[in-house]
């Protein structure tokens, strides 16, 4: 049988008619493809940017080792580092690729990923370094940067063999910045961004305002210089947008930059954030006939050609919800003509979580649906302060429980959110990862990560690592952050290139070829904990160490994925049975069928704890006992291990008839995880 190799072409179709022809043969040919997963809760996902994840190199460069990381943090003043270079390169196109990550599929696999998602590889203007992806210039190629067309069906078909899916993210709202507007009195090489936002029906342009009348759209060239107002002098591939098809000025909104923040009404097709450019990326008219037929062919041409298992939708927010409903239906149909049957959608909704919910019931209709929300508003913030002993434990299980006007929450169902800990943006809250807000004196620093990863493993929903969190990334030292422009601020310092490279490539200013093959070696590669020129894929580390244990478990025991939650009460010394306050042991059991898993986790980064934990007395009479499954304790200590409840080991249920059934829970050490299951089904 035929493979989406097969239907590869040395030169990318520059038409929508092109892509077409694709998409009709892997259906005439009957291409196979991988099939999806039953269920994606059955997942990991884990998430990376090409750019900063991987480069193939790092066998020619050494190991930032734990030792290095830990003298780093013990050093006030780096007499012969510039923290401002540093900081500039963060803002450049580093060189990770698309042969990195594969390059990088064991390292994954062995942490127990199934599912990567991969941030923007298609195309992007040559002279800007828009190294994160989400500025296409053309939508039928990948990035020169990154690689070809060929890397990435060969990182799909590889990925597959090692039962590891392949999530693209993608953007149906805007394209990059292949235009400018043009002021009546100027010139095309004038054309600028972010002219004042104009509300609907006005747009720069529009014949029947006479404020607008005027302005023009220019296509820019290869210089980021606007060269033309007509389409049919767009000749090179880096002038323009791509296909011929976008190249139309009426599949644009034109109405300026104005605010991206909330509406009155997330259900207003016409409010200001869905019209609005975002910031230099110019905003899709989704409404104008062809508009939205034409991305949607763009993407079917990549799940045809590459056999990708899921999209990451960005920007929903900004999407009217029949465009977003009608988008989720094609692409749902046609990875189901390919038999792809549950092709995963997720949606990266920004405002919060009434958003969130009022997206997810309306695309729910007539199962033209996403799968999934990313939880990247409040509740990141909140399993962030959980997980750190800085609130309780039910603040962050209360969100499962709460109910919007329709649905209920999107959470309380387990496959309808992705749970996110860090990311490339950080919408809500302070723009650094969850390990550089621990005091680098602390012991658990570098492994305290595993407590969130932990929750987001056994509660409901699909847990996602952002890459690097299994190496407890967290920038320069607390003593050298003030040396920082923008720290805390800026999104670069969630973004640092896991693979060291020694200089970042060369100024997007410089032709292509100079960009491909050469480095600026005026500054230094924005390497992790401030360094460069060491990579951290190091599986020996104790975050890596700890959440590939966790992986292995939460892969073993379907109970852990798809069980019912319920959040635990624990007695400890001087209360009765209560959710405890900040700080304590948080536990919460999953039940499935007549099977309960009880997980616990100790948010403490300085002392152990302990507790008498509830489980269910209907499946667990007192006498009835529990084993052990995972003690991440013991995993790191290498076979040495002398602490409490060794894995293997059994605690019994206790209580009496018409009280709280519980078991006794001691002394689980700071920043340490604990899983138990009930031993027997009789």
Not at 378 to 398: C, E, H, I, M
Request: proline content about 5%; some cysteine.
């Amino acid at each position: 049988m035929p493979t989406p190799l097969d239907l590869l072409e040395p030169d990318r179709p520059d038409t929508i008619a092109g892509a077409r022809s694709l998409i009709n043969r892997a259906i005439r040919e009957g291409v196979t493809y991988f099939p999806s997963p039953i269920s994606w809760r059955d997942e990991v996902l884990y998430f990376l940017l090409p750019d900063r994840f991987s480069d193939g190199q790092e066998a020619n460069r050494p190991l930032l080792t734990r030792d290095e990381i830990k003298e780093l943090r013990q050093t006030e003043v780096r007499e012969d580092w510039n923290w401002q270079q540093w900081a500039e390169s963060g803002s450049r196109w580093q060189g990770g690729t698309i042969n990195g990550i594969r390059g990088q599929l064991d390292y994954l696999k062995g942490l127990g990923v199934t599912a990567i998602w991969i941030g923007p590889i298609f195309k992007q203007r040559v002279g800007l370094n828009s190294y994160h992806g989400y500025g296409i210039q053309d939508f039928l190629e990948v990035d020169p940067r990154f690689g070809t067309r060929e890397d990435l069906v060969n990182l799909v078909s590889e990925a597959h063999a090692n039962e590891i899916r392949i999530v693209f993210d993608v953007i149906v709202n805007h394209s990059g910045d292949n235009w400018g507007y043009v002021k009546p009195e100027n010139e095309v090489d004038q054309a600028e961004n972010e002219p004042p936002y104009k509300a609907w029906p006005n747009y720069y342009g529009s014949p029947d305002f006479e404020d607008t009348s005027g302005w023009k759209l220019a296509w820019r060239n290869i210089a980021q210089k606007g060269f033309t107002t007509e389409p049919a002098d767009i000749a090179s591939i880096h002038e323009g947008v791509w296909p011929r098809e976008l190249q139309r000025e009426s599949l644009y909104t034109r109405a300026g930059m104005g605010s991206l923040g909330e509406s009155r009404d997330i259900a207003d097709p016409r409010a200001e954030h869905k019209r609005t450019d975002f910031l230099s990326l110019k905003d899709f008219a989704l409404d104008v006939p062809g508009t939205l037929t034409h991305l949607i062919q763009c993407l079917q041409y990549w799940i045809a050609l590459t056999d990708c298992d899921g999209f990451r939708i960005d920007t929903v927010k900004h999407m009217a919800l029949e465009e977003t409903r009608n988008f989720c239906g094609a692409i749902r149909e046609f990875a189901d003509l390919i038999g792809k049957h549950n092709f995963l959608l997720i949606g990266e909704i920004a405002g919060g979580d009434n958003f969130q919910d009022a997206v997810m019931d309306f695309t729910a209709m007539m199962e033209r649906n996403l799968n999934a929300a990313l939880d990247i508003g409040s509740a990141r913030l909140t399993l962030n302060s959980v997980a750190k002993g800085l609130d309780r434990g039910n603040t962050y299980f209360d969100i499962f429980d709460r109910q919007s006007q329709g649905f209920e929450s999107h959470r309380s169902f387990g496959d309808r959110h992705v749970s996110i800990l860090d990311d490339h943006d950080h919408v809500f809250g302070s723009k650094i990862r969850f390990s550089a807000e621990v005091p680098d004196d602390f012991a658990v620093k570098d492994y305290y990560v595993t407590i969130p990863v932990a929750i987001q493993f056994f509660t409901l929903g699909i847990p996602c690592i952002y890459y690097g969190t299994e190496q407890a990334l967290a920038g320069p030292t607390s003593s050298q952050v003030s040396f920082l422009d923008g720290w805390r601020s800026n999104d670069r310092y969630l973004r640092e290139a896991m693979f060291g490279p020694e200089h970042p490539r060369a100024n997007a200013t410089e032709d292509l070829e100079t960009q491909l093959h050469e480095q600026d070696t005026t500054l230094p590669g924005f390497g992790p904990f401030g360094t460069a020129g060491k990579h951290c894929f190091d599986t020996g580390s104790p975050a890596y160490r700890r959440i590939q244990s966790l992986g292995k478990i939460r892969a073993a025991h379907s109970v852990l994925r798809l069980g019912r939650q319920y959040l635990r009460q624990i007695q400890i010394p001087g209360t009765g049975f209560e959710f405890p306050k900040a700080g304590e042991l948080v536990a919460w059991s999953r039940i499935l069928h007549n099977q309960e898993a009880l997980c616990i986790v100790n948010p403490n980064g300085v002392d152990a704890r302990g507790g008498n934990v509830v489980v269910a007395a209907e499946l667990s009479q007192p006498g009835a006992e529990f084993v052990v499954i995972a003690n991440t304790a013991q995993t790191a200590a290498n076979g040495a291990y002398t602490g409490t409840h060794a894995i293997g080991s059994k605690v019994t249920v206790k209580g009496q008839a018409g009280e709280a059934a519980y078991v006794e829970i001691r002394d689980i050490q700071p920043a340490e995880v604990l899983i138990l299951i009930k031993d027997t089904f009789a």
